[in-house]
């Protein structure tokens, strides 16, 4: 059981840059999410599914895209990288909403210059 | 308004005592959740405790206890007998009807021996 795994670790983009972030699971999880984590802050929510084919926004969700074609995978995708979203970002999954802990990816470091 | 507000930027404590981090929440949802999680210098994010909103009893993990104050909105983290692997960035974290979970600022632990 791998859990949830995110590619790349690392990343340097250039301004105007496209790029997608991978995530996958494999703990048949139904409810993935997105976060960033800014330095020294907490976490906020970029999008979230309840189900393979439904997505939806969550605090921060522009300059960002997400698809779910199925219950393992959740990119993210960046489509024209700007230095305001140089940041941690952090994959997670939930069995359900109501109590279970969220496990989280190791997290992808992206870096915009 | 900040849905879940943590005060304590940083804190010290010393080894093998006990140290209580503050956490109140704002919500007006009757079902919700609260969770606790830890983010070593490393840089995942660690599940560490889970209150519901209808939970009568306060949640406790090992070391890890959080006194719940539904009056007051407030779901502390107490560790007991701190350790030096204890040092890390502490998150709140509350979810409620709509999926999501948003995350307070964080407080720094710092685990003096």
């Known amino acids: 059981n791998a859990g949830v795994t995110q590619t790349p670790k690392f990343r340097i983009l250039k301004i105007g840059q496209s790029m997608t972030l991978q995530c996958t699971q494999d703990m048949n999880h139904n409810y993935m999410y997105w976060y960033r984590q800014d330095p020294g802050m907490g976490l906020k929510l970029i999008y979230y599914s309840v189900g393979a084919g439904i997505t939806d926004k969550g605090e921060v969700p522009n300059g960002y895209n997400v698809s779910r074609s199925t219950t393992e995978d959740f990119p993210l995708r960046l489509e024209l990288a700007a230095p305001s979203q140089t940041s941690v970002y952090f994959c997670a999954s939930s069995y359900s909403f109501s109590g279970d802990e969220q496990f989280f990816g190791p997290g992808t470091r992206l870096t915009v210059l | 308004a900040q849905k879940i507000t943590q005060t304590q930027p940083g804190m010290f404590v010393q080894e093998k005592e006990a140290v209580t981090l503050d956490c109140t929440y704002d919500t007006s949802d009757q079902s919700y959740g609260l969770f606790w999680y830890k983010q070593p210098s490393s840089g995942e994010m660690i599940f560490l405790i889970y209150q519901g909103s209808y939970d009568e009893q306060n949640a406790t993990e090992g070391r890890y206890s959080l006194n719940f104050q539904k009056a007051r909105k407030s779901a502390n983290l107490v560790i007991s007998a701190s350790q030096l692997g204890d040092s890390a960035m502490y998150f709140c974290?509350?979810?409620?009807?709509?999926?999501?979970?948003?995350f307070g600022a964080g407080t720094t632990v710092t685990v003096r021996a």
């Open positions: 974290a509350m979810r409620e009807s709509d999926y999501k979970l948003s």
